[in-house]
């Protein structure tokens, strides 16, 4: 597994507030990408639900809501693994 990747949303309107209220509004959410693979063949296909299982990257996220969260992990991984895109799923 590879080291936690430590994003803060700056983007929320509540990161312009004070410290003690950002301390407040803020959590931290961890997620981890992985997409998965079915054996066909001699080939790995990449699938929804496969047999297989390839871990991407985890991250620690500071922000206002878990959905705002997933969106910047879906972002980040879909903008570093274009490959991937449509079949990366966070766990």
């Given at each position: 597994?590879?080291?936690?990747?430590?994003?803060?949303?700056?983007?929320?309107?509540?990161?312009?507030?004070?410290?003690?209220?950002?301390?407040?509004?803020?959590?931290?959410?961890?997620?981890?990408?992985?997409?998965?693979?079915?054996?066909?063949g001699n080939k790995?296909?990449?699938?929804?639900?496969?047999?297989?299982?390839?871990?991407?990257?985890?991250?620690?996220?500071?922000?206002?809501?878990?959905?705002?969260?997933?969106?910047i992990c879906f972002?980040?991984?879909?903008?570093?693994?274009?490959?991937?895109?449509?079949?990366?799923?966070?766990?």
């Open positions: 597994m590879k080291n936690k990747i430590l994003i803060v949303d700056t983007k929320s309107k509540a990161h312009k507030l004070p410290k003690f209220l950002k301390n407040f509004l803020f959590k931290n959410y961890v997620n981890t990408g992985m997409v998965q693979f079915m054996k066909i790995d296909v990449l699938t929804i639900c496969g047999d297989s299982v390839k871990w991407l990257e985890t991250f620690s996220i500071k922000s206002t809501s878990e959905k705002r969260a997933d969106k972002d980040w991984l879909n903008n570093k693994y274009p490959e991937y895109k449509g079949y990366i799923q966070l766990f």
